[in-house]
């Protein structure tokens, strides 16, 4: 039985960036590494040291260079967050590419945000 989703591989093609991108702009942590340089590097990170699930930042070009055949576009991820608004400001305040903050009835406030390749991800407020 699966219980939990423990992480979220996103593939980048500039991982020391994208992790620069998530930790200085988003706030978030890094959780672990292995060494730079690595034919398989990977960064995980998430938004504390103890949360239950994370991103991994793999590099799209070794990934399929050992796996040709996957599919490596970013999977739709929604962040759950308080204080929409004031993330929302902080977020344009620093240069991040924001969509509009909408009101969904019966569901929450959310916007979306692009990271620094383009890759889209929404924080939801409910």
């Keep these: 039985?699966?219980?939990?989703?423990?992480?979220?591989?996103?593939?980048?093609?500039?991982?020391?960036?994208?992790?620069k991108f998530w930790t200085e702009k988003v706030g978030f942590v890094i959780i672990s590494e292995n060494a730079a340089g690595?034919?398989?590097?990977?960064?995980?990170?998430a938004p504390t040291k103890d949360a239950a699930t994370t991103f991994v930042l793999q590099d799209k070009?070794?990934?399929?260079?050992?796996q040709p055949e996957m599919n490596l576009g970013t999977p739709s991820i929604l962040?759950?967050?308080?204080?929409l608004e004031a993330m929302y400001e902080d977020f344009k305040a620093k240069g991040i590419?924001?969509?509009?903050?909408?009101?969904?009835?019966n569901f929450?406030?959310?916007?979306?945000?692009?990271?620094?390749e383009n890759n889209y991800f929404a924080i939801l407020e409910k």
């Design 61 to 66: 070009v070794a990934v399929a260079k050992a």
């Design 79 to 83: 962040l759950y967050g308080d204080n």
């Design 1 to 19: 039985m699966i219980n939990k989703i423990g992480q979220v591989m996103i593939y980048v093609n500039d991982q020391e960036a994208v992790a």
């Design 97 to 105: 590419t924001v969509g509009e903050l909408v009101d969904i009835p």
């Design 108 to 116: 929450g406030r959310v916007f979306n945000f692009a990271d620094i």
């Design 38 to 45: 690595d034919a398989q590097r990977w960064i995980e990170i």
